[in-house]
């Protein structure tokens, strides 16, 4: 099982960015899949989550109606597109795979929101 993140990067507040996750070692589309961040020196934070089909997808409060999830089974890939970022949205931004609880992991992509 292989996930890589990407798309990560130096936005301005108010900016957009889309991050992608591709997957790779595993049938992608049995699974649900979660992004999760980690600001610096703050610990792990869900941010958002998709069904397996995408038709069913969830957002924490911090990034709702700013930010959307999807993904493309056909690439094996997971999206997450931010919209109107704030500076309190810098972090590492990682993919996991959801089944009990999330047993796989990228190795993350750094967002770093700034002027």
């Known amino acids: 099982v292989q996930l890589v993140e990407s798309g990560g990067g130096l936005v301005q507040p108010g900016g957009s960015l889309r991050l992608s996750c591709e997957a790779s070692g595993f049938t992608f589309d049995d699974y649900a899949m979660e992004w999760v961040r980690q600001a610096p020196g703050k610990g792990l934070e869900w941010v958002s989550g998709i069904s397996w089909h995408g038709y069913n997808t969830y957002y924490a409060e911090s990034i709702n109606g700013r930010s959307t999830v999807s993904r493309d089974n056909a690439r094996n890939t997971l999206y997450l597109q931010m919209n109107s970022l704030k500076s309190e949205d810098t972090a590492i931004y990682y993919c996991?795979?959801?089944?009990?609880?999330?047993?796989?992991w990228g190795k993350g992509t750094l967002v770093t929101v700034s002027s």
């Open positions: 996991a795979r959801l089944t009990n609880g999330m047993d796989y």
